[in-house]
């Protein structure tokens, strides 16, 4: 008997809605502080996480917008055993 993983219950309380042409889904936002150079430089890197089946035709370079705000996938990746990608952004 195979085990079929219901990711949406990660994504149910606390994710935002990501649209990516006709498709959207929920995703989990992270807004992390980054520190280069020996701390003397400090970035903002945003990404999102969601199911790897979830905006199936996303790639690097597209737009979409997440919570409102548009952005560009700098890159898509899928995580761990591969049940969910994450997505770096940049603001469009």
């Known amino acids: 008997m195979a085990f079929v993983e219901d990711m949406s219950i990660f994504f149910a309380d606390f994710g935002v809605t990501a649209v990516h042409g006709a498709s959207s889904a929920q995703v989990l936002l992270d807004k992390e502080t980054q520190s280069a150079l020996d701390g003397m430089v400090l970035d903002n890197d945003e990404s999102i ?3 790897s089946s979830d905006l199936p035709s996303l790639a690097t370079g597209q737009a979409l917008t997440v ?3 548009s952005y560009v996938a700098r890159e898509v990746r899928v995580i761990d055993d591969g049940a969910l990608k994450r997505v770096t952004l940049k603001r469009a």
């Open 49 to 51: 996480t969601l199911p």
């Open 67 to 69: 919570g409102g705000v």
